[in-house]
Nanobody, 122 residues
Framework: QVQLVESGGGLVQAGDSLRLSCVASGRTSSNYAMGWFRQAPGKEREVVATVSWSGGISRYADSVNGRFDISRDNFLHTMFLQMNSLKPEDTAVYYC???????????????WGQGTQVTVSS
């Protein structure tokens, strides 16, 4: 299995940028897709962006498309989420997730990090 640890969250103002990181450890030699999810208070968890094992295929939620950029460095076993033009509605706990698959667009993720808080003030 793979273990995931997020970092990079914090308190920023609207319009600022923030970069989240997720480091994977454990069985990282097998192909695994990764993704970022978020959960705001009182709301269900939602997908933010996902990226394939190769890093060549990614998809985004409509709410972040054009503002966020997901990437990964398989040599460092690390995934990133560059968040630009942040809005108060981006405030949430952000979770890193992974699943062993060669699929470009996995539906379900199996492994989860502990989450990192992102707070955007207006």
């Amino acid at each position: 299995q793979v273990q995931l640890v997020e970092s990079g969250g914090g308190l920023v103002q609207a319009g600022d940028s923030l970069r989240l990181s997720c480091v994977a450890s454990g069985r990282t030699s097998s192909n695994y897709a990764m993704g970022w999810f978020r959960q705001a208070p009182g709301k269900e968890r939602e997908v933010v962006a996902t990226v394939s094992w190769s890093g060549g295929i990614s998809r985004y939620a409509d709410s972040v498309n054009g503002r966020f950029d997901i990437s990964r460095d398989n040599f460092l076993h690390t995934m990133f989420l560059q968040m630009n033009s942040l809005k108060p509605e981006d405030t949430a706990v952000y979770y890193c997730a992974a699943v062993y698959t060669d699929e470009a667009y996995p539906v379900e993720f199996v492994y989860w990090g502990q989450g990192t808080q992102v707070t955007v003030s207006s």
